[in-house]
């Protein structure tokens, strides 16, 4: 088998868990439309859990995901690359996040359902792309970000 072994590729798969956890608020409306897309949130649950649960939980998981991985010489490469990756496109949501609530997008909004929605199946994509491609030993390359990855590892 080349590429990574098959527990760096669980593990990076596993990174993309924080921004779908994210990205769960922005598919509300689509889960009151399509009640199927609710178990699409099972997986992200661990990850909703350790947010909630432990006082500051975001700030604390990308703490440790950014110090104790990302930072990590000795960790390889691959989980690096994708726990980095992760980071950032929730950095990315984060930020969306904070756009919605300056611009008063909420869900009673026509604009803000539709723009949640929008995001919600764009971070879908993006999650499942990144998650399969490391299930397959490879990088996913995600436009800017990717770029912005491989410029801060090396």
Known sequence: MEGPPIW???????????PWSDALPFGQGLFGVFPLLQWLQLPALPVVMVQQLVPFGSLVLFL??????VRNSKVPYFLRFNVLQAILVDIVL?????AFGVLRLGNGSFAGRTLGNTVFLAILVLVAFAVVESLRGKEADIPSISEAVRLQLN
């Open 94 to 98: 984060v930020l969306v996040n904070l």
């Open 64 to 69: 440790v995901l950014y110090l104790a991985v």
């Open 8 to 18: 760096q590729r669980l593990l990076a798969a596993a990174a993309y868990l924080l």
